[in-house]
């Protein structure tokens, strides 16, 4: 009988075509924007990229500027752009201030070193504010360091110049480096997360449609399964089951998309990455469960109750504005806790960025409980319905 | 009057809808007009990396660099907890955090070369400027302990030569004056309502469209009394008035929220600029209105559509970020030429007369769009005639 209900109510959910394309299509839809819109940000905003950059002096003559290299002044600058131009950290051009103004205005380059004829002094022309522009600062700023500390030392002391060059130019660092991360430290991969963690939700809009089927004042189908033989919790695992497939379906298919298609870094954990889905896809059936049988009303206002509730638990786990799950992290961390959407986002972070497998557990534990809780009521709630008329 | 009735009458149903989008709107409006800053820092204008120095030395080494990797940037405090840094750089609240060891400046002072620690995001500019920035300080306080110096007396003779930098000029004024004015409220506010539009016209108009399409409503308008030309005129009266309401309280709210910044003629272009946005919008709900039969695809249509010309047309990520493929095809989009005219109204191109052509062209290519979709939505709902 199990089979039969299984088999049955797996025809009906992939008949309504509505249902599939907001738990199906339109995941993937917003996945492929997310992707359009969010694939080159770090890149562009936050990757260190090689910084093209014109070096000329104040005089406009020839001369001056193929002497550049020969000046001593210079000497400091031209060795650390060379080291910093093979490791493709900065392209140097020498170039007259005019041609490098326009260069600057076309934006090919990202700022004008300029040398100063008479004192040697550097100074730096910028089109606008940004971070590779206070990189090439912090480099000029470090040569007119070099320049004044090694000054210094040979007017104080000329007997230590030599010792000073070697211990300024020595290669030694002062610096260990700790990884943030072993994997993917990406920010906008919140969004992802919150987009499996909204998929996975709106598995309550099959639990949803599968309580209209079994309560005898939301649908005919649901009077005729009311007075029927068949025991009612058979009938709620049955739906069940076959709600769960189809969102665990759905979670595959969509892993695959982001994974294999679009190329998002979500760890290589298999094994925890069916977890989280069943789990998660398990609380979002229970959920619609849940709300169908607690909410009194219509189906369509029942619907538009199971939306605001994913939604508003998807938009506090970062689906609209990534950082707001940090933001309530910061200011109500008990809400995270409690927060199936966030939870969920969080089991993601805990095994694609941060390996905390404590914490991790701790989520899949909580999403456990949720799940309990929701289907338990739910079950308690359509064991005691009678109707007095239909 | 009975269509132009039975036009807000199903409008009336759809309030619901509508007033859920105005929700988003209000919802977006202050977010976006509350981050107008953006959180990329913008290193050399403002000179405002956040980043974090976890002192377990405690000594005057660790403060004095403290001091000197604060002055261009901001500190932020945090607990030694390394969950807590690691999750705020992840969420880039911070960009690099530097550990100081205890023990550090006794190591420094008998001669060891100790190592501080840090955590920062892989391969980027803001872990590279810190590491060069760090890498400078230590070697010119290496240089003078190596001649002798005790390291009090280094510390204060570093301290002179890392604030003396290098001087750094802007190639022109107009662009500083470009650059700080590109993300403010009003460009945001405006921005936004482009996402707006579309989703409040497709969800007050098509639905409309598709109820007035159906067979047995149209074989009864057949029959009646009003002629077709009655009826059309009426219905496209409806939806006139649904799309200038729609400029008409938004404009008002800019005008209220934002009327100390506004000049006359800035408002007036903003003013034409949705008007000519909204033609877009109601030529893109005239088409789906034609081209879907049932509600629930007019449904799905307005919920997607939205966020695609939003997502890629420069509306809630700037177009400058998008790959550049992306910036080809957001070049598609209407709302990338309504963004577009934004920019030009909010910054300028320097010169009045450039300005005024470059905005002239842009609503010309919205205009175009709207025409492009109405005859869609034309070609479409002939098809359905004939079938």
Known sequence: MFWHLYKNRLKILFKNKTLLFWNMAFPFILGTLFYMAFSSITEKTESINTIPVAITTTSTSKVSIDDLHNSENLAYLFEMIDTLSEENYITAKEMDFQKGEDALEEGTITGIITVDEKNGELSLVVKDSGIDQTILKEILDTCKRNTAVLSDIAMSSPEKLEQATKALFSESSFRKELPLSTQNTDIYAQYFFALIAMTCLYGANLGLENTKQLQADQSIVGARRSISPTSKLLAVLSDFSAALTIEMGIYFLLLFYLTQILGINLGNNLGKLILIGLCSNMVGVSLGYFLGVFLKGEHRFKESIVTAVVLTSNFFAGLMVGEMKYIMECHLPIFNRINPAAIISDCYQYTCVFDDARRFHACILSLLVWNILLFIAAILILRREKYANL | ?387
């Open chain 2, 1 to 387: 009057m009975q269509t132009f009735k039975a036009f807000y009458k199903i409008l009336k149903k759809n309030s619901i809808s509508i007033g859920v989008y105005f929700g988003i709107f209000i919802l977006l409006a202050i977010i976006t007009t509350a981050t107008s800053d953006g959180d990329i820092p913008n290193a050399f204008g403002s000179s405002n990396v956040n980043f974090t120095i976890i002192d377990q030395d405690n000594s005057e080494l660790s403060k004095a660099l403290l001091s000197y990797l604060s002055k261009d940037n901001s500190f932020i405090e945090f607990d030694d907890n390394m969950d807590d840094i690691r999750n705020a750089m992840y969420y880039r609240k911070i960009y690099y955090a530097l550990i100081i060891p205890k023990g550090f400046e006794n190591d420094i002072k008998t001669g060891k070369k100790p190592k501080t620690e840090n955590i920062k995001l892989q391969d980027s500019s803001f872990g590279f400027l810190f590491d060069r920035k760090i890498d400078s300080y230590f070697a010119t306080l290496h240089t003078y302990l190596s001649c002798g110096d005790d390291l009090n007396s280094a510390i204060q003779k570093i301290e002179p030569i890392l604030d003396d930098t290098t001087k750094v000029s802007l190639l022109s004024e107009l662009q500083t004056k470009e650059t700080t004015n590109d993300y403010s409220a009003i460009f945001n506010f405006y921005n936004i309502l482009a996402y707006v539009f579309v989703g409040i016209l497709i969800t007050a108009v098509s639905p409309i469209l598709v109820v007035f399409r159906k067979k047995s409503l149209k074989n009864r308008i057949t029959i009646s009394s009003q002629t077709f030309r009655s009826h059309n005129i009426q219905l496209a009266i409806g939806v006139v008035l649904c799309a200038v309401i729609t400029v008409g309280i938004f404009n008002l709210i800019a005008f209220i929220l934002f009327h100390k910044d506004l000049t006359t003629e800035s408002f007036l272009l903003y003013i034409i600029n949705t008007m000519c946005f909204a033609i877009v919008s109601v030529s893109l709900a005239f088409m789906a209105g034609n081209l879907f039969k049932q509600h629930a695809s007019v449904l799905g249509f307005s919920v997607v559509t939205p966020l695609a010309i939003a997502f890629l047309g420069g509306i809630f990520v700037p177009v400058s970020v998008l790959g550049s493929n992306m910036q080809s095809v957001a070049k598609l989009m209407p709302s990338y030429w309504y963004s577009q005219t934004l920019d030009v109204i909010s910054t300028g191109t320097g010169n009045l007369t450039h300005s005024l052509l470059a905005i002239s062209e842009n609503l010309l290519i919205q205009l175009l769009f709207a025409l492009a979709l109405f005859c869609i939505g034309l070609v479409a709902a002939k098809k359905q005639q004939e079938s």
